[in-house]
């Protein structure tokens, strides 16, 4: 799947107990593979994205209003916020 700066090679989604729900992204994106994980509840709060790359580089993002990409229960929702955000 194309995004805007990259492309999506995986998406898998682990759900939790009471509405946690993690995605585990592959993404080749700036000449780099980058895995994303992005952790929250499908029902309330905000979204973290915690990101690695190849070369060792990590970094977190707090996505404080997660429903303006749209629900967080779907794989749609990582597409909406990696072509409107990268």
Known sequence: MEVAGGRVRRIERV??????????VDVHADGLSKRLV????????????TGTDERGGRWDEVI??????????TADWIS??????H
Do not use: C, K, Q, T
């Open 38 to 49: 992005f952790s929250g509840n499908i029902f309330v709060g905000p979204v973290v994205l």
């Open 80 to 85: 909406r916020f990696l072509d409107r955000r």
């Open 15 to 24: 759900p939790g107990a009471g509405g946690h729900v993690d995605y585990h």
């Open 64 to 73: 404080d209003e997660p429903r303006r990409y749209g629900e967080f229960a």
